[in-house]
């Protein structure tokens, strides 16, 4: 499990988290929701162990993040941040080994074709990864935080993701997430940053809802997802339906021309 306790992170003397406590469990899906700037890629730095918080805790398996050393830490999580800058011409293949070399896995029992088909990239292996869309990108950067969790481990792991389908077609952004749901099978827990609500509400078994750095709501999926929760959230009408095939949540949100702001005023 990944544990946050009582995250309280400050950037320039500003708090920017408050109080945040959390818990990942291996077979979960959890995805953080919010506006621009509540504070979701703050709280991923911090899970992820990019940044530390003066006030608060995160602990992998029980053992503290501070403990682990890099390859260690490597060894039980794996993460795609939001944007990844490259300072060399490397092909889209090396930056998918590049997972491999994270983990210090030179004879893996898998092959990297078998990621990158995984993740319609196997197509383009020898193409430079400066010149990929920024979809193609993505999905070459997802496969290599694929590729590092990718072989079966007995012990508890971790897969953090950061806005990883914001540049994806919808095709290739149900894929993913459907990719992740084959990984909760193999004792993985995986956190996802996203914006697109629908997304969250057809695949996420838990959610958190985030607003300048608090939690608005926190558990699971039809608890969190309602009409007030996502209007406190996002300062925005948003109509929660059934969707017609799965059952599932439906995010509707209201056009800006319908009595927004009779909306805003009467909630
Ligand atoms: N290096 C920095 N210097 C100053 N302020 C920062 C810095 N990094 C983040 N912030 C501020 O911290 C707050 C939280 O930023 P964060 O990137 O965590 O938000 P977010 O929820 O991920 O937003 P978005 O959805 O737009 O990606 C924002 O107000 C942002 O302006």
Redesign the pocket.
Known sequence: MIKADNINFW??N?R?LENIYLQLNVGELKVVL??????????FKILSGEATCKLGAVAYNGRNLQQYNAAHLAMVRSVMP?SSQLSFPFFAKEVVEMGLMNINNHNPTYSIQEVMLQTNTWHLKNQLYGNLSGGEKQRVQFSRALVQIWEEKPYPRYLLLD?PTSSMDISQQHQLLHLLLGLKKRNIGILV?L?DLNLAALYADSLIL?KEGKVIANGVKDEVLTAENLFQTFDYPIEVLRHPVTGKPLIAPQPVHTNFQQTIKSA
């Open positions: 950037i320039k500003r920017v919010g506006p621009n700037g509540a504070g979701k890629s703050s709280l939001q806005e940053i914006h985030l």
